[in-house]
């Protein structure tokens, strides 16, 4: 990074939050002190439930339903945010500090087109007119390297990806030159090529007005090629702090080290089992389109019982089309799905009963696949009573067993609803919905990117279990690599809606790669802060905008 002003911009001393829970308040956050000078970037780390979002918020002075700051102090350029009107503080937001949400695709407002969205807060604070305010987009988004800056302003968020998403959402929060932006988990849903975008971006944009910045994160590589300086913290209390070199080659506390170490669960790769096996699934040539746009074409492949095949890819490579294809959600064009040598009807509406119940899926954001305001029974409890006509008892005996099997104690968690769990346990959750209805095949759509390391690895390992006992096929679609050399047996590389390379997992990791494989695999962070830079002088500026306008 530039050389910085050191100014203080941010200072936060002995702050304490209370979150109200189970008719008390209990704390959360225990005394942290943060520091942050004009222009430099602060990371924040640590697993699960450690507080980064809740200190993150509270840099605004702002505490989010059923918590509080109850001690400590929060001084922004000198002014002290926690006893300042709420006025004020709404005066600060949006225009002096802003907040980029870790889901772009849950923050911006369905209905309304992104050049709307990005001119509400400078006409609000009134520092532009709306005529002005779409010229500064559209400037924002030429240098945040989005396609078609002129016009893609005037989509809607459904019309463009993920990363373009995130972009635009990094372009708001500028719109207003604030001082100070947090960036809560920005690119943790984004596959390794997109996430470099995104990460170039942010980090350009940031020098470029020399903005301060919080990036929330527990994505260590990630961290180490944004920050100048991080700290770790551990249910709620700061574990140490260091500039970034220091803190990647000379952690001092057991669990800073601790989550240095690389993952270390892999299961044992199965072979394809030989002889007159039949597929749980087997696609078999599939063509798809939405609209007179084709989406995948000649897409084959096979997925046997208890094992797992990874679906790899970057944003718009066809993995979620190809599952939306199998489950019936979107019709194929052309080819067929077979499930256990049988073709499946194109489309979910023509399928049995029995047929949708073999295949289940499990969603990427557990915060917007489970309905916050259904208790955890009836959302367990619904595929079961639905699918297997269980009632009274027999259905609650259901749920119990669901519960024990996804490591959730039912005298707990039986009665209470999603807000009330953290990220890992709502995605335990959304398991055992998907077992709820006795499947043999489960999609796994990105179910481990929005969790940190330690929690994702326990949600691995429970997948790898459940397989075992219960001889599932798996379809895993993620951007982690790691993950896929966690849990794969077999890998299927997608690019532009086509198979480019597929084959076991060991053999897709070891060279000579298709040159996309390469691609992917030479696109995942290191943990080096020099990595993103050498990336760019390596691959130079015209590839890496080839790989923004494929997004």
Known sequence: MAEKEKDV??????????????????????????????????GLIGESGAGKSTIGLAAMG??????????????????ELTTTSEADRRALRGSRIAYVAQSAAASFN?????????????????????VESQEDATQLYERLRLPNPDEIGFRYPHQVSGGQLQRAMTAMAMSCRPDLIIFDEPTTALDVTTQIEVLLAIRDIVEQFNTAAIYITHDLAVVAQMADTIKVLLKGNEVEEADTRTMLENPKDDYTKSLWAVRSFKRD?????????????????????????????????????????????????????????????????????????????????????????????????????????????????????????????????????????????????????????????KQRVGIARALAAEPTFIICDEVTSALDQLVAEGILKLLDRLQKELNLAYMFITHDLATVRSIADEVVVMKEGKVVEQGPKDQMFTPPHHPYTDLLLSSVPEMDPDWLTQLVEDRGADQLGEAADRD
Request: charged fraction near 25%; aromatic fraction near 8%; proline fraction near 6%.
């Open 9 to 42: 911009l941010l200072q936060i001393k002995d702050l304490h939050i209370e979150g109200y829970s189970d008719e008390k308040w209990i704390e959360i956050v225990h005394g942290v002190d943060l520091t942050l000078h004009k222009g430099e970037v602060m």
């Open 62 to 79: 702002f505490a989010r339903d059923g918590c509080r700051i109850s001690e400590g102090s929060v001084e922004f350029d000198g002014m």
């Open 110 to 130: 369905p209905a309304h087109r992104l050049i709307d969205q990005h001119t509400e807060a400078p006409v609000y604070h009134r520092m532009m007119k709306r």
């Open 269 to 425: 790769q199965k072979e394809r089992p030989g002889g007159d096996a039949v597929p749980v699934v087997s696609v078999k040539n599939i063509d798809a389109a939405y609209g007179p746009v084709k989406v995948l074409e000649d897409v084959s492949f096979d997925i046997y019982s208890g094992m797992t095949v990874a679906v790899v890819g970057e944003s718009g490579s066809g993995k979620s089309t190809t599952a939306r294809c199998i489950t019936g959600l979107l019709p194929p064009t052309a080819g067929s799905i077979e499930f256990k040598g049988e073709t499946l009807p194109p489309s979910y509406k023509q399928r049995s009963k029995d047929q949708l119940r073999q295949a289940q899926m499990i969603y990427q954001m557990a915060d917007t696949a489970l309905n916050p305001k259904v208790r955890i029974c009836d959302i367990i409890g619904r595929p079961a009573e639905f699918y297997g006509g269980l009632k009274g008892g027999e259905l609650k005996g259901r749920i119990d067993e669901l519960l024990d099997m996804i490591e959730l104690d039912p005298a707990k968690f039986y009665y209470r609803y999603p807000p009330e769990l953290s990220g890992g346990q």
